[in-house]
């Protein structure tokens, strides 16, 4: 009987030891999620407002880089945009790739944003989604829009902003590229 109840003191241990280590995983994703490395450009294919597709292998060589994460009916991007137009100029020497992940089939939603924000006088602006593939948002981890990151003219990290920055601070890390 002796050992019987010292197996039984063996087994509640074990189970208890095992709750415990659960328990303490459970709290882990109070913790900051491991970013992974986005110093590169990240490897995007988007279908642009006009139906064509672009990809890195389009950007222009030697000119630094924009890429906003967006949703065209986010109030927070469409803020931005706001800000952004008035001081259009301090952004006309970088590359601006606007991406979103609404369904292809709509695009309509693309070429209403492109429309109301003007964006067609930007020659430096493209738009276009990634659809359901989910790419560039991955490859941020995007949890809200917009999502900025900046590029210097080697395709290199500048800086990310996971929230939208005001504008004088989004020229001041243009002018770093």
């Known amino acids: 009987m002796t050992t019987f109840i010292t197996g039984m003191k063996k087994l509640l241990l074990l189970f208890s030891l095992i709750i415990v280590t659960g328990c303490t995983h459970a709290q882990a994703p109070n913790q900051a999620p491991n970013k992974q490395d986005i110093t590169n450009i990240p490897p995007f294919h988007i279908l642009r407002n006009d139906s064509t ?23 927070h991007c469409q803020h931005l945009m706001y800000e952004m137009k008035p001081k259009m100029k301090k952004f006309g020497d970088i590359q601006i790739v606007m991406v979103t992940f609404i369904e292809p089939s709509m695009l309509k939603a693309i070429q209403v944003f492109y429309r109301d924000f003007d964006l067609a006088k930007y020659p430096n602006i493209t738009v276009g989604t990634e659809g359901h593939t989910y790419v560039v948002q991955k490859y941020y981890q995007v949890a809200t829009t917009p999502y900025i990151a900046i590029y210097n003219r080697k395709g290199k990290l500048v800086k990310a902003f996971e929230k939208a920055p005001t504008i004088n601070e989004l020229i001041a890390t243009v002018k770093k590229t």
């Open 53 to 75: 597709w672009f990809t890195p292998a389009n950007l222009k060589k030697n000119r630094p880089v924009m890429i906003i994460y967006f949703s065209p009916d986010c109030s």
